[in-house]
């Protein structure tokens, strides 16, 4: 069994209906908040996460009984590029995955989106923020750890949004109880292989470009340029 992509069939056709048109307005608002707020600077890296992200999760990591889990990477983007455009990359990348992987079903598509990418991206990097205020002081360091910490609950968002979907339009041979139980207990092991992850990556780009990092704006200072050679010589 893999966590988290939804096939089709699973959930009924007016939930995953419902779901999609959520989807799609989410969408819109991304596009129309990134058109006024993405720095210039920021538009390859975009592109760079998504590639990552995708990168990622196709590398799928044991868990228990059976199950596999893989980098959601919803924080990680929001974290690098803000909530808005990082919900648009990995929108791309589950878009990918359905179309030529059949990994999620079309028909759970939107399903998908809401949980992984908009719930993700957004309910991750509001978790985000609320760590930052607290862990900032210690500058990089700080942001990395409150990103890695936001990102370990972001699968089990996306397991407890999976749940009430399915307590609206799953079938009746499973409990709601026993799928809760089942999907945020997985997840929850998921989230640490996911914030170890985002952790390890927020701090490589803040070590480098930390002007690059949406969410450390203000916070983290780009270090300065070495000194030419001859200047430090003489």
Known sequence: MLAMHIPDGFIDAPVSLVAGLLAVAGIAVCLRMTARSLDERQVPVVGLVAAFVFAAQMLNFPVANGTSGHLLGAVLAAVLVG???????????LTVQAL?????GLSALGLNVVNMA??????????FVGLRAVLAGARSGGVALAAGLAAATAPVLAALAFTAEFALGGND??????????????????????????????????????????GARGLVPRPAPAAPLAARVS
């Open 100 to 104: 030529l992987f059949a990994d999620g």
């Open 173 to 214: 041979a499973v409990s709601v109880r026993s799928v809760a139980a089942a999907m945020v207990g997985v997840h929850a092991l998921i989230g640490v292989g996911e914030g170890i992850i985002t952790m390890l990556a927020v701090g490589s780009v803040l070590a480098m470009r930390p002007d690059l990092v949406h």
């Open 118 to 127: 908009l719930l993700g991206a957004f309910g991750g990097y509001v978790v």
């Open 83 to 93: 909530p808005a455009a990082g919900a648009l990359a990995v929108t791309v990348v």
